[in-house]
Nanobody
Framework: QVQLEQSGGGSVQPGGSLRLSCKASGLLFSYYVTGWFRQAPGKEREFVAAIRWTGAGARYDDSVKGRFSVSRDVDKNTLYLQMDILQPEDTALYYC?????????????????WGQGTQVTVSS
């Protein structure tokens, strides 16, 4: 059983930066995939970024490519999302997720474990 606890987030002006953290309790094996999704009001949950727990295969949605970076610290059992050059359209509730044998990183239904969500608001 894996539990994910998120921290970070908050409010920032356009062009600013934030870092989200997602600490896992329980073992994350090398075949796990960990990722980030977000959901804006009135919209469906959408893929943001994901990475294999081995550290390989980072993948990003086109909307965040070049601005966001996903990483993990195996010793701390923690997943991170560094978000730079934030824009108002990045405003959403952000969720971390983990799953075993995830085939399509972008599909939320392939992840078994979810964090509680953390709000990111970008406005001037």
């Amino acid at each position: 059983q894996v539990q994910l606890e998120q921290s970070g987030g908050g409010s920032v002006q356009p062009g600013g930066s934030l870092r989200l953290s997602c600490k896992a309790s329980g073992l994350l094996f090398s075949y796990y995939v960990t990722g980030w999704f977000r959901q804006a009001p009135g919209k469906e949950r959408e893929f943001v970024a994901a990475i294999r727990w081995t550290g390989a295969g980072a993948r990003y949605d086109d909307s965040v490519k070049g601005r966001f970076s996903v990483s993990r610290d195996v010793d701390k059992n923690t997943l991170y999302l560094q978000m730079d050059i934030l824009q108002p359209e990045d405003t959403a509730l952000y969720y971390c997720a983990a799953g075993a044998y995830v085939g399509d990183f972008t599909r939320s239904n392939q992840y078994a474990y979810w964090g509680q969500g953390t709000q990111v608001t970008v406005s001037s």
